[in-house]
Nanobody
Framework: QVQLVESGGGSVQDGGSLRLSCAAS????????MAWFRQAPGKEREGVAT???????MYADSVKGRFTISRDNARNTLYLQLNSLKPEDTAKYYC????????????????????WGQGTQVTVSS
């Protein structure tokens, strides 16, 4: 069965950095687009970054230039490097797998994804 397990969250100060990882199993990782989402208390889940099977990426405007999504298909692992963190980045971060292995899919829409990890908390203090 498909499993996604995030790690790497934590508490940092304003301007700090973190690297999130998402270990995937139960399917052919290299053929699916992947994404990172986040959800703060009382807010809707929002797409942060996505990467397709060819390594093409897309970012939400709020994180462009600060976050970097990448994937290691040999290790079945998705990454999110978070730099220049701000208090408004505080949220639970989730990795997600696209619902279908469509080549070139780049979407930050929740409904494009049908498998989710349990999430990892990122807290940024001022």
């Amino acid at each position: 069965q498909v499993q996604l397990v995030e790690s790497g969250g934590g508490s940092v100060q304003d301007g700090g950095s973190l690297r999130l990882s998402c270990a995937a199993s139960g399917y052919t990782f290299s053929t699916y687009s992947m994404a990172w989402f986040r959800q703060a208390p009382g807010k809707e889940r929002e797409g942060v970054a996505t990467i397709d099977s060819d390594g093409i990426t897309m970012y939400a405007d709020s994180v462009k230039g600060r976050f970097t999504i990448s994937r290691d298909n040999a290790r079945n692992t998705l990454y999110l490097q978070l730099n220049s963190l701000k208090p408004e980045d505080t949220a639970k971060y989730y990795c997600a797998r696209a619902a279908s292995p469509i080549r070139g899919l780049l979407s930050l829409w929740v409904r494009s994804y049908n498998y989710w990890g349990q999430g990892t908390q990122v807290t940024v203090s001022s």
